[in-house]
């Protein structure tokens, strides 16, 4: 056996070591109440210290679920290392959830304290009554901003407990392998299912996702996490970030363009993360106030494919790069990143732009592979399409409280995406298997359909679903926003296929709405529009 320490990798340690080495790097948080607040890693690592402190005070053991519902602002970082820190489970929830839903997951965990922003206070109201295990309530405020009256039983006031605490705490040592994060799916399909990380994944994830060829975190950087902490640990930024160095700008609820503009330009951000539909927004507000960025050099975007035409607009009139990653809740999250080798370099423009809009490599660490139906594998020559499978130290085996039912296949995890896999390893998600649209027996991958029409100056959204035909079974359907002010036709749009697509993949017809039904991570919920659009008919039906 190798004769080397054997360090548990724990999560306090991230917190201690950017104490130590980058004690007076900022945090820099947008409050619910709008101010901004700043202090620094070694004012996060002290009030972390007090706050596991009143968690034992209140009888928080290791293992126990404490839930947050709460914005990306340092009460809730300070949370992140309390809770897991202190060998307790921090069970981020999704406030954007159904409240049903959130009572579902609530009582699932069976957590046992809730800390919440003032945002939330009446969903707190409304859930409290359903939340069985839960013996307290907390309102991540201070004092004077305590509500008077409030039905909710057991409210604590965050500041209290801060106050009330010592800051000498000796962070524990256990099995790396503990829980240390809880993050429920967003159930679009079913009851939302539970991913229980571990301290081990969630450090392994935190180096893999710094290296240069994944987010590139570093101690130059300042970082503006749009993605939320409340879903999928904010991609791991709250742990790559003080892993690294980086300067921590946190938004807070404001996540309009004009708000995250302000934030940019303010704090010097350079790189930043989220779902298209905040870059959009964002795209909107500089194009509107024809701003420019002084400091922002980077996007990283997943969650949806990027739209390739956004990417040029950032890149040729902002001089914004968009980096395209995939990954899911399961993955914590991170799968691919794309960005270019060196032999890429001296390709023309034209053709670093089509490697750059696949979603990319993996991540060392993260192994993949595409199946067929009965499971066998196929070619990686970036035309076959098929059922996505990973695997890796930070991609979940099993469900909390459901490890009986079985979630891998032959060892594999099937990430429910269909995709290519070039020669060179770049991997392209063509759909979700559910939204895959079956014609004559032939897939159509609806998201190129997407992008071509998002390529049209006129248009704002795009979603492209199967909707039923008597002879092929499903033909697309494109259904558009369009931006405000401009116009397209039906015919218009569908001109532009012409020679991008195989005939045959043109979209059948064109609907035009107002909005687009997006869901709790910011995505845009298609089998909902295939609900909206159940009665309607093909003009050739
Ligand atoms: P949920 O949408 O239920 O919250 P996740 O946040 O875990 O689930 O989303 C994971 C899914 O999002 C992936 O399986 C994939 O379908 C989609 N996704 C993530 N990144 C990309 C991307 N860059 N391009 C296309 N789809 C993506």
Request: net charge negative; charged share 20%; proline share 6%.
């Amino acid at each position: 056996m190798g004769q080397m320490m054997n360090q548990p990798m724990l999560i306090s340690s991230i917190i201690q070591h950017a104490d130590r080495h980058f004690g007076r790097k900022e945090i820099v948080s947008r409050r619910v109440e709008g101010d901004i607040h700043r202090y620094t890693y070694r004012d996060c690592h002290k009030r972390a210290r007090q706050m596991a402190n009143a968690l034992g005070n209140l009888g928080v053991a290791m293992g126990d679920r404490v839930a947050t519902l709460a914005w990306n602002g340092y009460r809730h970082l300070e949370l992140y290392y309390a809770i897991s820190g202190s060998g307790a489970v921090i069970h981020t929830i999704n406030p954007r959830l159904h409240p049903e839903q959130i009572a579902y997951i609530a009582n699932h965990a069976e957590d046992t304290y809730v800390f919440f922003d003032l945002t939330f206070l009446h969903l707190v109201e409304t859930l409290a009554a359903q939340c069985r295990s839960v013996k307290g309530y907390i309102a991540m405020t201070e004092r004077s901003n305590m509500p008077a009256v409030s039905t909710i039983p057991n409210l604590m006031c965050y500041e209290d407990l801060i106050e009330a605490s010592s800051d000498r705490y000796e962070w524990p040592t256990f099995d790396e392998n503990s829980a240390s994060t809880l993050c429920y799916t967003s159930g679009t399909t079913g009851n939302p299912k539970g991913v229980l990380y571990s301290h081990r994944s969630t450090i392994l994830h935190a180096y893999a996702s710094s290296m240069p060829d994944a987010l590139n975190m570093s101690g130059r950087e300042v970082v503006l996490p749009v993605v939320p902490m409340f879903h999928v640990n904010a991609w791991g930024f709250p742990y790559s970030a003080p892993l690294t160095g980086a300067k921590l700008v946190l938004p807070g609820p404001a996540l309009d363009g004009g708000s995250l503009y302000e934030l940019i330009e303010q704090e010097g951000v350079t790189f930043s993360a989220g779902v298209p539909t905040v870059w959009l927004g964002l795209l909107e507000h500089a194009g509107r106030g024809k701003l420019t960025f002084s400091s922002f050099r980077r996007i990283v975007i997943g969650g949806a494919a990027c739209p390739p035409a956004m990417m040029k607009t950032y890149r040729q009139q902002y001089g914004v790069e968009l980096v395209h990653t995939w990954g899911m809740t399961e993955m914590s999250p991170l799968g691919t990143v794309c960005t270019l080798q060196s032999h890429h370099l001296v390709l023309p423009q034209d053709e670093q732009q089509a490697i750059l809009e696949k979603q990319g490599h993996v991540v060392y660490g993260v192994d993949m592979k595409i199946v067929d139906d009965a499971g066998s594998e196929l070619p990686w020559d970036g035309t076959i399409r098929g059922n996505l499978y990973v695997r890796g130290p930070w991609v979940a085996k099993s469900y909390f409280k459901a490890e009986n039912g079985e979630v891998l296949q032959d060892g594999w995890f099937p990430t429910g995406d269909v995709a290519t896999i070039d020669p060179e390893g770049y991997m392209q998600i063509t759909d979700r298997s559910k939204d895959v649209i079956k014609s004559g027996g032939e897939w159509i991958g609806s998201i190129e359909l997407e992008n071509v029409a998002l390529a049209h100056p006129a248009v704002r959204l795009a979603a492209c679903i199967g909707v039923f035909h008597p002879k092929w079974d499903e033909r697309p359907l494109l259904v558009i926003v369009k931006k405000p002010g401009a116009d397209v036709s039906k015919d218009e749009l569908i001109n532009s296929y012409k020679g991008r697509v195989a005939s045959w993949w043109t979209p059948d017809d064109v609907v035009f709405v107002d909005s687009l039904p997006v869901g709790a991570t910011g995505k845009i919920l298609k089998n909902e529009i295939r609900n909206q659009l159940r009665d309607y008919k093909l003009p050739t039906t």
